[in-house]
């Protein structure tokens, strides 16, 4: 049921570009993606409702594709405040309010 | 300021106890819901509230209750903790339901260990 993104850690440097995949068992209404910093809350970043849809905050966008199931969140240029673990979230198809969590991926940029 | 309010943020109890976490929201949502955070940040959904009314209840020992007075407070009353129960408890909500075009707003947790 839980989405699985891939890689589960990844370190970058300051200013490489990263990119986070979640894929689903199931065929999808939406895809959300968040990201909680060490300590904190998760914080929504953006929502996913199209097939083909794609988004961006600041230098992080992400994309939709229904067919395939999936969901890659791009971070270009990255910076330190980038840090923390990220995680999809996926809504599917015919299942009313059924919405899980992804298995989260770890990220960590050094100067 | 409006946000999704968590109490208390850390909570340190014996097994057996009884315990209760508050969550309140000012955002004029719909949908609140408790989610438990393990120690491989795995985010798992425990209950979902929909203006005062049980939507979601997963797989969930029957000693967790929820409870929501009204569509800006949800409860979460644990009996009889037990060591397995240590994990961060998040409260969030969103308008409507996820994935109808509207994100969680999550409150900053409460921190719970069972000694």
């Known amino acids: 049921q839980q989405p699985v993104q891939s890689p589960q850690a990844v370190i970058l440097r300051e200013g490489e570009d990263a990119v986070i995949n979640c894929s689903s068992s199931?065929?999808?209404?939406?895809v959300h993606w968040y990201r909680q910093k060490h300590g904190e809350a998760p914080v929504f970043l953006m929502i996913?409702?199209?097939?083909?849809e794609q988004k961006g905050h600041e230098k992080i966008s992400a994309s939709f594709n229904e067919k395939k199931q999936q969901s890659s969140l791009y971070l270009t240029a990255s910076q330190l405040s980038y840090s923390g673990t990220y995680f999809c979230?996926?809504?599917?198809?015919?299942?009313?309010?059924?919405?899980?969590f992804g298995t989260g991926t770890s990220l960590t940029v050094i100067p | 300021d409006t946000a999704v309010s968590q109490t208390p943020k850390y909570l340190v109890t014996q097994m057996g106890n009884d315990k209760s976490i508050k969550c309140e929201q000012n955002?004029?949502?719909?949908?609140m819901y408790w989610y438990k955070q393990d120690s491989k940040k795995f985010l798992k959904i425990m209950f979902s509230y929909n203006n005062k009314e049980l939507i979601i209840n997963e797989t969930v020992p029957n000693r967790f209750s929820p409870k929501s007075p009204d569509k800006a407070h949800l409860n979460l009353h644990i009996n009889s903790l037990e060591l397995g129960d240590s994990a961060v408890y998040f409260c969030a909500s969103s308008k409507l339901g996820a994935g109808r075009g509207y994100g969680y707003t999550f409150g900053s947790g409460t921190r719970l260990t069972v000694v």
């Open positions: 955002l004029g949502h719909d949908t």
């Open positions: 979230g996926t809504e599917w198809r015919g299942t009313g309010n059924q919405f899980y």
């Open positions: 996913l409702l199209k097939g083909g």
């Open positions: 199931k065929a999808l209404y939406s």
